[in-house]
Protein backbone atom coordinates (compact mmCIF):
# COMPACT_ATOMS: atom_id res chain seq x y z
CA UNK A 1 0.00 0.00 0.00
CA UNK A 2 1.45 3.17 -0.66
CA UNK A 3 0.97 6.04 1.70
CA UNK A 4 1.16 9.38 1.64
CA UNK A 5 1.17 11.37 4.96
CA UNK A 6 2.53 10.78 7.98
CA UNK A 7 0.83 10.75 12.25
CA UNK A 8 3.16 10.75 14.77
CA UNK A 9 2.19 10.08 18.64
CA UNK A 10 2.97 12.04 21.88
CA UNK A 11 6.06 9.10 21.91
CA UNK A 12 7.56 10.18 18.32
CA UNK A 13 6.02 7.01 17.17
CA UNK A 14 5.39 7.66 12.85
CA UNK A 15 1.97 5.78 11.11
CA UNK A 16 2.35 5.93 7.46
CA UNK A 17 -0.94 6.14 6.57
CA UNK A 18 -4.06 7.35 3.29
CA UNK A 19 -6.96 8.91 3.24
CA UNK A 20 -9.89 9.05 1.04
CA UNK A 21 -13.54 10.35 0.82
CA UNK A 22 -16.75 9.99 -0.50
CA UNK A 23 -20.40 11.13 0.31
CA UNK A 24 -20.59 7.93 2.41
CA UNK A 25 -17.56 7.97 4.81
CA UNK A 26 -14.36 8.62 5.23
CA UNK A 27 -11.48 6.24 5.15
CA UNK A 28 -8.04 5.88 6.47
CA UNK A 29 -5.24 3.15 5.76
CA UNK A 30 -2.31 3.15 8.30
CA UNK A 31 0.35 1.13 8.65
CA UNK A 32 1.03 -0.56 12.42
CA UNK A 33 2.54 -3.09 13.75
CA UNK A 34 0.89 -5.19 16.32
CA UNK A 35 1.84 -7.98 18.60
CA UNK A 36 4.92 -8.28 16.25
CA UNK A 37 2.66 -8.81 13.18
CA UNK A 38 2.61 -6.21 10.26
CA UNK A 39 -0.83 -5.04 9.48
CA UNK A 40 -2.56 -2.30 8.03
CA UNK A 41 -5.43 -0.63 10.17
CA UNK A 42 -8.68 0.26 8.33
CA UNK A 43 -10.86 2.83 9.58
CA UNK A 44 -13.96 3.80 8.66
CA UNK A 45 -17.43 5.95 9.58
CA UNK A 46 -18.71 2.61 10.55
CA UNK A 47 -16.02 0.33 11.82
CA UNK A 48 -12.32 -0.57 11.73
CA UNK A 49 -10.45 -3.83 10.93
CA UNK A 50 -6.55 -4.46 10.85
CA UNK A 51 -5.38 -6.92 8.08
CA UNK A 52 -2.60 -8.74 8.54
CA UNK A 53 0.16 -9.61 6.34
CA UNK A 54 -0.71 -13.60 7.04
CA UNK A 55 -4.20 -12.97 5.44
CA UNK A 56 -6.22 -12.75 8.65
CA UNK A 57 -8.40 -9.69 10.10
CA UNK A 58 -8.90 -8.35 13.68
CA UNK A 59 -12.11 -7.15 13.82
CA UNK A 60 -13.47 -4.34 16.04
CA UNK A 61 -16.86 -3.55 16.83
CA UNK A 62 -16.17 -0.21 18.10
CA UNK A 63 -17.39 2.87 15.29
CA UNK A 64 -15.54 5.90 15.13
CA UNK A 65 -18.89 7.76 14.27
CA UNK A 66 -19.96 6.82 17.50
CA UNK A 67 -16.80 8.39 19.44
CA UNK A 68 -17.20 11.12 16.53
CA UNK A 69 -20.50 11.83 15.56
CA UNK A 70 -21.00 14.22 12.50
CA UNK A 71 -17.77 14.40 11.28
CA UNK A 72 -16.96 13.94 7.74
CA UNK A 73 -12.76 13.84 8.72
CA UNK A 74 -10.56 12.68 11.79
CA UNK A 75 -8.12 15.10 12.71
CA UNK A 76 -4.79 12.96 13.61
CA UNK A 77 -5.93 13.25 17.55
CA UNK A 78 -9.26 11.62 16.62
CA UNK A 79 -7.85 8.73 14.73
CA UNK A 80 -4.87 8.41 18.14
CA UNK A 81 -7.31 8.36 20.42
CA UNK A 82 -9.53 6.07 18.26
CA UNK A 83 -6.23 4.05 17.82
CA UNK A 84 -5.52 3.66 21.40
CA UNK A 85 -9.66 3.01 22.37
CA UNK A 86 -9.14 -0.37 19.91
CA UNK A 87 -5.69 -1.26 21.74
CA UNK A 88 -7.45 -0.97 25.16
CA UNK A 89 -10.47 -2.75 23.99
CA UNK A 90 -8.78 -5.60 21.51
CA UNK A 91 -9.93 -8.61 23.67
CA UNK A 92 -13.91 -7.37 22.42
CA UNK A 93 -12.29 -7.57 18.60
CA UNK A 94 -12.70 -10.98 16.67
CA UNK A 95 -9.72 -12.69 14.93
CA UNK A 96 -10.87 -14.21 10.99
CA UNK A 97 -8.54 -16.52 9.40
CA UNK A 98 -7.36 -15.77 5.99
CA UNK A 99 -9.45 -18.80 5.53
CA UNK A 100 -12.50 -17.42 6.94
CA UNK A 101 -12.07 -13.55 5.53
CA UNK A 102 -12.22 -15.37 1.86
CA UNK A 103 -15.27 -17.35 2.81
CA UNK A 104 -16.61 -13.78 3.89
CA UNK A 105 -16.01 -12.72 0.66
CA UNK A 106 -17.58 -14.82 -1.17
CA UNK A 107 -20.38 -14.80 0.72
CA UNK A 108 -20.94 -11.38 -0.25
CA UNK A 109 -20.08 -11.92 -3.81
CA UNK A 110 -23.01 -14.31 -4.03
CA UNK A 111 -25.09 -11.65 -2.40
CA UNK A 112 -23.76 -8.73 -4.73
CA UNK A 113 -24.63 -11.05 -8.01
CA UNK A 114 -28.59 -11.86 -6.30
CA UNK A 115 -29.22 -8.11 -6.98
Same mark, same amino acid.
Given at each position: ??????????? $??? @? *??????????????????????? $???????? !???????? !????????? *????? *?? %?? =? /??????? @????????????? =???? =? %??????? =??? /?? %?????
Amino acid at each position: MSYDKVITNEN $GEE @F *PYSESFDSESYYYKISIVLDDRD $GELLISKW !GSHIEFDD !GSWLDYKIA *PNELF *PK %QI =K /LTHDNIL @FYMQTILERESEA =KLLT =K %QEVEKHY =KNY /LK %QLNKF
